[in-house]
C-alpha cells in the first residue's frame, strides 16, 4: 500500500488547507489534490490512481478526469504504479492519450527491503561489520528511542539543517514537516526515531507506516558523530519495529540520496528489490 494513496496523507494535504478528491469504485481508487502550476490549477494523484485491472484503470481515470473538470483543473498528473496495466505500461498510457510529465515529482524508483520471515534472516543478509555495529553500539553509549510527540520533530529538523548545510541541499521546510508530524503521529500513521549518546539527540530518522510498508521518508544526522555510524543501527532499529507492527516491507525510496548510502553500508542488497515506479 503507498502512503500517499491513503487516509492518513489525504489528512495531512487537509491540514496543509490543499483540496483534496477521493474516490473508489470496483477495482480501483484515488486520492488526487489540487496544486497550482503556472499553466493553471492540476488536479495530481501521487503513485495513483490504484487499479486491478486495464478496465478498473480506465474507470480511475475517467472519475479523475471528470473531477479535474468539475473543480476547474487544467490537466489530471497521475503515477499508477500499480494500475493493472500490461507492460509495458507507458504505451498502454499514451494509448489513452496520457504523455509523460517532464519531471518526477516523486522518486521514479523504489528500494523495496522484505521484511518478511525471521527478523534474524533480515540481519543474516547484512554486512557482518554493521550487524554487529548494531548489537553492539550501545557500548559506546547510543541508545535508540521513538517518539509519537509532534514537538520532537524538531530533532529532525536541526539535524536537517545540519545536513543541508553540509551538503549543499534544500530541505523540505520546517513549516511542512511540523504540519505532517502533528497530523500524523498522533494517529500513529508516523514514527520519530532517535539515536541518542549519553542522553542527547544524534541522528534522527522519520518513518510513515500503510497497512503493509513502512516509508523510510526523512532522516539526517549530527556531522560531529559520524565516526559512530549512528546511522545504519537506527535504520536496523526502524526495520526491527516494522516487523512487530507487522509490515512486511520498508520502502527506501531510492532517490534518497542519505538514505540509499546508509542502506548501501548497511550491506542489505541482498533482500532488496528495485521496482521502477513509472
Request: with cysteine; glycine share 8%; hydrophobic share 40%.
Amino acid at each position: 500500500e503507498f502512503f500517499l494513496q491513503t487516509p492518513a496523507w489525504a489528512e495531512v494535504q487537509a491540514s496543509l488547507g490543499r483540496a483534496v478528491h477521493q474516490q473508489s469504485g470496483p477495482g480501483w481508487s484515488f486520492l488526487a489534490g489540487e496544486e497550482k502550476n503556472p499553466a493553471g490549477k492540476v488536479l495530481y494523484a501521487p503513485y495513483g490512481p490504484v487499479a486491478s485491472s486495464m478496465q478498473a484503470f480506465d474507470a480511475a481515470l475517467a472519475a479523475l478526469v471528470a473531477t479535474a473538470r468539475s473543480c476547474g483543473a487544467v490537466f489530471v498528473r497521475i503515477e499508477p504504479v500499480s494500475s493493472g496495466l500490461e507492460l509495458p505500461a507507458a504505451a498502454e498510457l499514451r494509448r489513452r492519450g496520457l504523455q509523460p510529465a517532464p519531471v518526477n515529482q516523486q522518486p521514479e524508483l523504489s528500494w523495496l527491503v522484505d521484511l518478511e520471515g525471521d527478523f534474524k534472516d533480515v540481519l543474516a543478509a547484512m554486512k557482518p561489520v554493521n550487524r554487529n555495529l548494531y548489537r553492539n553500539i550501545h557500548k559506546k553509549g547510543v541508545t535508540f528511542r521513538t517518539s509519537k510527540d509532534p514537538d520532537d520533530i524538531g530533532i529532525l529538523l536541526e539535524f536537517l539543517h545540519m545536513t543541508a548545510r553540509r551538503n549543499g541541499f534544500k530541505p523540505q521546510s520546517d513549516e511542512y514537516l511540523t504540519q505532517v508530524a502533528a497530523s500524523l503521529m498522533p494517529a500513529s500513521a508516523a514514527t520519530l526515531f532517535i539515536a541518542e549518546l549519553n542522553g542527547e539527540p544524534i541522528a534522527a530518522a522519520f518513518a510513515y507506516d500503510s497497512a503493509d510498508t513502512r516509508t523510510y521518508a526523512h532522516a539526517a544526522l549530527d556531522g560531529t558523530h559520524r565516526k559512530l555510524s549512528a546511522g545504519i543501527p537506527l535504520l536496523v532499529t526502524m526495520m526491527a519495529g516494522a516487523t512487530v507492527k507487522g509490515r512486511k516491507q520498508i520502502d527506501m525510496e531510492w532517490d534518497g540520496t542519505m538514505r540509499r548510502d546508509t542502506a548501501n553500508r548497511a550491506g542489505l542488497h541482498t533482500r532488496t528489490k528495485a521496482v521502477n515506479r513509472r
